[in-house]
C-alpha cells in the first residue's frame, strides 16, 4: 500500500501573509498525523516565503512519523539539513521567481553539485531523495549518484487540460515509476495530485508514496470552514 506524505508548506503561506503566528504548520503537521499521514513534508526555501527554520526544528522535535525536509542543494541548506537531521532530504531546483516548484531537477546540469549533496547527506544518516521528471536520463543518474529514491514530478500530468496530453504525460510517469524500482531506487511521486487526479494513480503498485500538500491544505480551509464560522458566531452571539 502506497503512502501518503503531507505537506504543510501552505499553512505557514497563510500564517505568513499576515505575519501573524496562526495558523501554524506544526499544529497542522500533528493533526494530519493523528488523520494517518505517513510523513510530514516541509520545502524551506532560500526566501524562506512560507516555511522558516523555526517550524523545522520544532517539527524535528514533534514530528512521530518521519520529517522530510525539500530544499535546494546550497551550502546554507546542506548546513541546516546536517543540524537539523531530518529523515530525508528531497533535493528540488528552486527560483526565487516561481509560484512553486516548476520542474524536476536537471541532473545532466548539476549532476557533479548534487552527486555532492547526496555524499554529504548520506554520511550524515539522512536519506536522500531527488526531484526529478518522468526522464530516463535523469533517473539512470540519480541511481549513479547513489540517490535512496526519486520523487516523479507528477505536474504536467496533473495540470494537463487534453486528453490525449493526459495520456503521454502518465506513459511517461508508468514507464519512469518501473524503471525507477528496477534500478531499486525507491519510487515516490508529487505535485500538483488533487482529489480528482490521484484516481489516475490506481495500480501504479512501483510508486511507494504519494507527496501532496496544496490540495489538502485547500480542502482543509473549505471542510473546515463550517466549525470555523460557527465557534465564531457563537461567541459574537455571546456578546
Ligand atoms: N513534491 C515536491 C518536490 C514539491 O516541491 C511540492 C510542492 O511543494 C510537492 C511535492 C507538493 O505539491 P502540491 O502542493 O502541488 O501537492
Given at each position: 500500500m502506497a503512502e501518503l506524505a503531507v505537506n504543510v508548506d501552505h499553512v505557514a503561506t497563510l500564517r505568513q501573509a499576515r505575519g501573524a503566528r496562526?495558523?501554524?504548520?506544526?499544529?497542522?503537521?500533528?493533526?494530519?498525523?493523528?488523520?494517518?499521514?505517513?510523513?510530514?513534508?516541509?520545502?524551506?526555501?532560500?526566501?524562506?516565503?512560507?516555511?522558516?527554520?523555526?517550524?523545522?526544528?520544532?517539527?524535528?522535535?514533534?514530528?512521530?512519523?518521519?520529517?522530510i525536509l525539500e530544499m535546494a542543494a546550497t551550502s546554507e541548506m546542506l548546513g541546516i539539513a546536517l543540524d537539523i537531521k531530518p529523515?530525508?532530504?528531497?533535493?528540488?531546483?528552486?527560483?526565487?521567481?516561481?509560484?512553486?516548484?516548476?520542474?524536476?531537477?536537471d541532473l545532466i546540469t548539476h549532476?557533479?553539485?548534487?552527486?555532492?549533496?547526496?555524499?554529504?547527506?548520506?554520511n550524515a544518516r539522512i536519506k536522500v531523495c531527488i526531484f526529478i521528471d518522468p526522464d530516463l536520463d535523469q533517473i539512470k543518474i540519480a541511481h549513479k549518484i547513489d540517490a535512496d529514491s526519486i520523487e516523479i514530478h507528477t505536474g504536467a500530468f496533473c495540470d494537463a487540460e487534453?486528453?490525449?496530453?493526459?495520456?503521454?504525460?502518465m506513459a511517461r510517469i508508468v514507464d519512469a515509476s518501473k524503471i525507477g524500482a528496477k534500478l531499486k531506487l525507491g519510487v515516490h511521486a508529487g505535485h500538483g495530485i488533487c482529489y480528482n487526479?490521484?484516481?489516475?494513480?490506481?495500480?501504479?503498485?512501483?510508486i511507494t508514496e504519494?507527496?501532496?500538500?496544496?490540495?489538502?491544505?485547500?480542502?482543509?480551509?473549505?471542510?473546515?470552514?463550517?466549525?470555523?464560522?460557527?465557534?465564531?458566531?457563537?461567541?459574537?452571539?455571546?456578546?
Open positions: 496562526y495558523p501554524d504548520p506544526v499544529a497542522a503537521a500533528l493533526a494530519a498525523e493523528t488523520a494517518g499521514a505517513d510523513a510530514i513534508v516541509v520545502h524551506l526555501r532560500e526566501d524562506r516565503r512560507h516555511i522558516q527554520e523555526r517550524d523545522v526544528r520544532l517539527l524535528r522535535q514533534v514530528v512521530q512519523s518521519r520529517l529523515d530525508t532530504v528531497t533535493l528540488v531546483p528552486e527560483k526565487r521567481e516561481e509560484l512553486t516548484t516548476e520542474g524536476g531537477l549532476q557533479d553539485v548534487i552527486r555532492e549533496a547526496v555524499s554529504t547527506l548520506k487534453s486528453q490525449s496530453r493526459k495520456q503521454r504525460e487526479t490521484i484516481s489516475a494513480f490506481k495500480g501504479l503498485g512501483e504519494f507527496s501532496i500538500g496544496h490540495s489538502i491544505v485547500s480542502r482543509a480551509v473549505l471542510t473546515g470552514m463550517d466549525r470555523a464560522v460557527r465557534d465564531m458566531k457563537k461567541q459574537v452571539q455571546g456578546l
